[in-house]
């Protein structure tokens, strides 16, 4: 499974933690050449003893950190962006700066890091794939989610914009938008009871996701198997926003 994936030069944002992390080691156990990129030097150092991947410290809130990036890359076969921040605030409460912040890193860097693999890859005249990883929110509404649901509403539509654009040079560009997904810190988030129970009760299957699932389908995504797979947002929510 994923056989396709090795060898293919692959750059994965956010990989620090979270989803990014699971996908950086699941794509080197295929043998693609992974770029990890996130803030925190430390944590990435740990996944390149873990996995063997590359990896480059930048903050992509700030465009020095995307020139940086930039500035290390050679050839990209497929970019996964998964930086991303959440500051939950009601909507009568919301402030510009948790705004702005969120605006900053899961959409702003999302279009810069895709331009910058983008214009490689029609270089390179090889076609490629990009995955965003926008959220259930971007699809749904969500209590104390107004920030981060419009920058992940913009990151679907980036999705589609870029689909357009870098279809005939045959990159395609695709979004999965997962539910809570139970890496280590969001089952330290989600682990009272009530709170889990209140967002699993929409979930027709009934339980949050974890990790491999969200995983497998941005692998999928990537690779030759979604060949005529672009501009889709693809829900990993159990059946959440049918409901």
């Known amino acids: 499974m994923f056989e396709d994936l090795k060898g293919k030069a692959i750059v994965v944002t956010g990989a620090s933690s979270g989803i990014g992390w699971f996908t ?33 410290a930048a903050d992509l809130a700030d465009m020095a950190g995307i020139e940086k990036v930039d500035a290390e890359l050679d050839r990209v076969d497929g970019l ?30 999302t279009a810069m890091m895709s331009k910058l ?7 390179q005249q090889q076609g490629g794939a990009i995955v965003n990883v926008s959220s259930q929110a971007s699809l749904a509404s969500l209590t104390d989610h107004l ?3 419009a920058s992940k509403g913009a990151m679907d539509a980036m999705t589609r914009v870029m689909c357009a654009e870098w279809g005939p040079h045959n990159i395609r560009v695709n979004s999965v938008n997962p539910t809570v997904t139970l890496t280590p ?14 967002m699993t009760s929409r979930i ?18 990537l690779g030759s198997a979604a060949s005529m797979i672009s501009g889709v947002a693809l829900p990993i929510d159990g059946g959440f926003v049918a409901g």
């Open 24 to 56: 950086v080691e699941q794509l080197c156990l295929v043998g693609a050449e992974v770029t990890a990129v996130a803030r925190n030097a430390q944590k990435l150092s740990d996944l390149r003893d873990l996995t063997g991947c590359h990896v480059i």
């Open 80 to 109: 996964v962006n998964c930086a991303g921040l959440a500051i939950l605030e009601s909507c009568v409460d919301v402030t510009d700066s948790a705004f702005d912040q969120q605006m900053a890193i899961n959409a702003r860097a």
């Open 117 to 123: 693999v983008a214009r490689r890859m029609i270089a």
């Open 147 to 149: 920030s981060y649901s």
């Open 185 to 198: 810190m969001a089952k330290v988030g989600w682990s009272d009871p009530q709170k889990a129970a209140a």
């Open 204 to 221: 027709p299957l009934g339980r949050f996701a974890e990790p491999l699932e969200v995983v497998q389908p941005i692998m999928f995504l």
